[in-house]
């Protein structure tokens, strides 16, 4: 198992500005994963984060929005950028171990875009 | 392109009472099958899974799941659930091999009335 924890745990932020997610893991892990979770919508994946190569984006999520680092194997930030009241969400990171195939997730970031 | 379809947004039911939650997925290769649970104020975790063998899977606090691969169904059972069952159901299907894309049904929303 991992626990996993974020910061912040939200955030209401003006239209325009960028938010950084951090996801700090208790254990390494190879793979972490971002996702969304709009309100009344279940959960979106936005990227897979593998520590030391560039993120893979799912269709209709760029990095240009959402940039992503990972700089170890137990760290990665996820940034909102030039948030719009549409980017209202909650977002999770999660990871997953390969010898069980679970994914284990974060307590989520609230963000309020106002 | 995978997708899951959970059929009941919101489910309402007394303590003692039979629950089943459907699922259905659509993937032309192997899967692996998961039920995520949400308890108010808390993070997602796991039920149960399925990834091979027994398609009749049990998960924690009384809660299986049967996989029916002609229905492509992984439904959700507990033959008496109690007040604290209330909470989100998410199911979720992944193609099998490890580090793949996990794709998570819209959430069935379960309140028990005492």
């Known amino acids: 198992s991992a626990v996993i924890s974020q910061k912040p745990s939200r955030d209401i932020c003006q239209r325009g500005t960028s938010l950084t997610i951090q996801c700090q893991v208790d254990s390494q892990v190879t793979m972490m994963f971002w996702y969304r979770q709009q309100p009344g919508q279940s959960l979106t994946l936005i990227a897979t984060?593998?520590?030391?190569?560039?993120?893979?984006?799912e269709s209709g999520f760029v990095i240009d929005k959402f940039p992503i680092s990972r700089p170890n194997l137990t760290f990665s930030t996820l940034t909102v950028s030039n948030m719009s009241p549409e980017d209202s969400s909650i977002y999770l990171c999660s990871v997953e171990f390969p010898e069980s195939y679970e994914q284990y997730f974060g307590p989520g970031t609230r963000l309020t875009v106002t | 392109a995978q997708s899951v379809s959970q059929h009941n947004h919101h489910v309402i039911l007394s303590e003692a009472a039979s629950l089943e939650l459907g699922c259905n997925y659509s993937y032309g290769g192997t899967v692996n099958l998961f039920w995520y649970v949400q308890y108010p104020g808390q993070h997602l975790q796991l039920l149960l899974k399925?990834?091979?063998?027994?398609?009749l899977v049990k998960g924690i606090k009384g809660f299986e799941a049967e996989f029916i691969k002609s229905k492509f169904s992984f439904n959700l059972r507990k033959p008496s659930v109690q007040w604290s069952d209330t909470a989100e159901y998410f199911c979720a299907v992944q193609s099998s091999g490890g580090y793949q894309k996990v794709t998570f049904g819209t959430g069935t929303k379960l309140q028990v009335i005492p």
């Open positions: 984060a593998n520590q030391g190569s560039e993120a893979t984006y």
């Open positions: 399925y990834f091979s063998g027994d398609p």
